[in-house]
C-alpha cells in the first residue's frame, strides 16, 4: 500500500514533521519514498531539514535509513549550511545524524566555500559538527586537507595533526604550501592560523 499523508510525532525533546510515501515491507521496516522531514525542537523552532529519494525507518531501532540525502541545517528560517552524501542514518529520537561517503558541505554565506569528508556526524544536542576521513576544504583561495576536522557554531573549522594548506595564486594554481599540526579557518572572517605544540610550522613556497 503506497499513500501520501502527513505524519507528526511529538517527542519528548523534539517535533519531527514529515511528508513520506510509505510501503510496509513487514513489521520491522518501512521503506519510504521521496522523504521531505523537518526536525523542530520543542519550542518550535526548526533545527534541520532532510529530503531522500530512498530511505527507510526501522521500528525495532528507531532509525531512519537514507540514500543520497540532501541535509540543510537551518539558523532560525535561514538555511546555515547544506550537506549531500551517498547515505545517512538518523537515530536516538532524531538526535544523531550521520553521514557516510561522499559527504560535501556546502556554506551559503561565503560562496565557493565547500567542506568534502567520508563522513559527518552531529549529535544536535552539541555545538559543533565532527569530520572523518578525507577532509577537503577548499575555496578560490585556499585547500585544506586533514584526516579529522570539526566545524564549531562559531564558524571557525578546527584541522587536526597532521595538515596542509595550500594557498593558490591568482591563476587558480597552488603557490604556497604549509605543514602544521594544527590549523583553524574561520569562514566568517576568512583568515587562517595555525598552532602546534613545538611552536614550529614547516612551510614550502612555489614559485
Do not use: H
Not at 520543542?42 to 530512498?54: A, N
Not at 547515505?87 to 551559503?108: A, F, Q
Not at 569530520?131 to 564558524?155: H, M, P, T, V, Y
Amino acid at each position: 500500500m503506497s499513500n501520501i499523508y502527513r505524519l507528526i510525532i511529538f517527542l519528548p525533546i523534539f517535533m519531527l514533521g514529515c511528508a513520506p510515501n510509505i510501503t510496509d515491507e513487514n513489521e520491522v521496516l518501512q521503506k519510504i519514498e521521496s522523504l521531505d522531514m523537518t526536525i523542530f525542537s520543542k519550542s518550535g523552532d526548526k533545527i534541520y531539514s532532510i529530503t531522500s529519494p530512498d530511505s527507510s525507518y526501522n521500528n525495532i531501532e528507531l532509525k531512519f535509513e537514507l540514500k543520497k540525502p540532501i541535509i540543510n541545517i537551518l539558523n532560525e528560517e535561514e538555511t546555515k549550511y547544506i550537506i549531500s552524501s551517498e547515505e545517512s542514518t538518523l537515530s536516538d529520537n532524531n538526535k544523531l545524524l550521520k553521514l557516510k561517503g561522499n559527504v560535501n558541505l556546502k556554506t551559503l554565506k561565503k560562496e565557493g566555500d565547500f567542506l568534502y569528508a567520508d563522513n559527518f556526524i552531529w549529535n544536535i544536542e552539541n555545538a559543533y559538527y565532527l569530520l572523518e576521513g578525507n577532509i577537503r576544504f577548499e575555496n578560490q583561495n585556499i585547500i585544506l586537507n586533514s584526516k579529522k576536522a570539526i566545524l564549531g557554531s562559531d564558524n571557525i573549522i578546527e584541522f587536526f595533526n597532521p595538515v596542509k594548506y595550500i594557498i593558490k595564486d591568482e591563476n587558480n594554481e597552488n603557490k604556497y604550501e604549509i605543514n602544521s599540526e594544527n590549523a583553524y579557518y574561520n569562514l566568517t572572517t576568512e583568515s587562517v592560523s595555525f598552532k602546534a605544540k613545538d611552536k614550529r610550522v614547516k612551510s614550502i613556497i612555489y614559485f
